[in-house]
């Protein structure tokens, strides 16, 4: 948020100083060139007048004209009414022509030359009046260094004013974006409890209600919101829990009723179809259980050491004997047993990873790996396989609950909570689930899914 108080304090900040530039622009253009002009028209009349006394002495006359030049800080040029050149100090100014030359002969008026003008005047004789000469002057022709420290100083000690005066405005007006930013991640992480702290303005009279302005309302809208969202999504979950709660008494009954019947072979042969499909739903059950509590936080996990090499022997030994996995290779690879512990809750974590083999089983091609890697303080474990594997598009809706890929919409193909069990899981032990391609510059690619989890103590 912090680029969006800089962004409000430049933006302030620039716009004063466009107001001073073109406040400085017209200031120049306008009134200053007016107060130049009458400035300049009186001081070339008076210095005509100055030097007129002087005309018949070359000595005082050169004299004079340095010392008004020097003095006033200006070009000057003194010409007889030929044109020609007296004394020239600085620049020389252009020799007058046409109407300019006929008017300097009468009065001071201003005359036009490339990149500016100059002022122009008759230098009388003092006995008789009659012009015998012109002075030609350009006052503020030079730049001078010293007459802009005031006016840079001034402008610097305004911006530091209005930056100082700025500063906290622009920390007022992003403070509750950065917290409504804040709350936004939190609530998208999950985190529904979290509200955004409200401000409370100190009243300066009692009996004046405090009105809030646009910031502070979608603060509390946005507080309101969330309190609506943490509602609907607890009572979702509370309501999936409970139903598949309740639904596992039925099914018990349902189980010991059908293992009561007797009949023929082929009554039996339907039973044992009914009884797995009764176990497949009680299994869909336990994962929504699973899966709700964790999401959650009902069902607290257990972090202790787990051996990660005889977990996976152990994962890979049943599904050897395992109806769902029978006929299918399942094998561990060779870094299992060089990557050490984790912190898990084992019953949880096992559980996560034999719905990745099941699930690789179902959708993959043998043979199935189960490998490990310790990278410095986590653990990455993965589960292999050599089929055709996942979309790019679809890698993460399939932790999405009950979401499968257009080939598993099948019968008898599962429901869609085995990854997103095995991702909450990992959360729940503060890692993170991903999947991707196995071999992606081959086809088939296969698909590998990874669970990554904090690594045990040294052994």
């Known amino acids: 948020m912090r680029r969006l108080q800089t962004r409000i304090f430049i933006h302030f900040i620039g716009v004063l100083v466009v107001v001073g530039v073109v406040t400085s622009l017209v200031l120049a253009s306008g009134w200053r060139n007016q107060w130049a002009r009458s400035w300049a028209l009186r001081l070339v009349r008076h210095g005509a007048r100055l030097v007129g006394p002087t005309l018949n002495d070359p000595v005082r006359r050169d004299a004079m004209v340095r010392h ?4 006033l800080d200006v070009d000057i040029t003194l010409r007889d009414l030929d044109g020609k050149a007296l004394v020239i100090v600085g620049e020389a100014m252009p020799p007058l022509t046409g109407d300019d030359a006929v008017s300097a002969r009468l009065q001071a008026g201003f005359v036009r030359r490339p990149g500016g003008w100059f002022v122009a005047a008759p230098v009388r004789d003092p006995q008789t009046g009659v012009p015998v000469a012109t002075l030609e002057a350009a006052p503020l022709t030079r730049f001078a260094l010293a007459g802009l420290i005031r006016p840079v100083g001034a402008l610097l000690l305004t911006l530091i004013v209005v930056a100082i005066a700025t500063g906290p405005l622009a920390r007022r007006i992003s403070r509750p974006v950065a917290r409504l930013t804040e709350a936004s991640r939190r609530l998208g992480n999950g985190e529904l409890s979290y509200r955004v702290p409200v401000g409370h303005r100190r009243r300066r009279w009692r009996h004046h209600r405090h009105r809030l302005d646009e910031l502070e309302e979608l603060t509390r809208a946005w507080n309101e919101m969330a309190e609506r969202v943490e509602k609907l999504v607890r009572g979702q979950r509370e309501l999936l829990a409970n139903v598949s709660h309740e639904l596992r008494t039925p099914l018990a009954r349902v189980k010991v009723a059908l293992e009561l019947l007797e009949g023929d072979e082929a009554t039996r042969a339907r039973v044992a179809d009914v009884a797995q499909d009764l176990a497949e739903l009680e299994r869909l059950i336990e994962d929504v259980l699973a899966s709700s509590r964790l999401e959650a936080g ?43 512990e984790v912190q898990a809750d084992a019953a949880l974590l096992r559980r996560a990873l034999w719905n990745l083999v099941e699930n690789a089983a179902k959708y993959g091609a043998p043979p199935i790996i189960l490998d490990a890697l310790l990278q410095g303080s986590r653990v990455l474990l993965t589960v292999t396989d050599q089929g055709a594997g996942v979309a790019p598009e679809d890698r993460e809706r399939v932790f999405e609950p009950f979401y499968r890929a257009d080939k598993a919409r099948t019968p008898g193909s599962g429901f869609g909570l085995g990854l997103t069990l095995a991702r909450r899981v990992a959360e729940a032990h503060g890692g993170t689930a991903r999947l991707d391609a196995a071999r992606p510059d081959q086809s088939p690619p296969g698909c590998r899914v990874t669970l990554e989890l904090p690594a045990g103590p040294p052994g």
């Open 68 to 71: 008004l030049a020097d003095e």
């Open 298 to 340: 009902a069902l607290p996990a257990h972090p202790a050491p787990v051996k990660v090499g005889e977990l996976l022997a152990g994962l890979a030994e049943r599904a050897g004997r395992d109806p769902a996995t029978a006929g299918k290779e399942v094998r561990v690879g060779a870094g299992a047993a060089e990557a050490g």
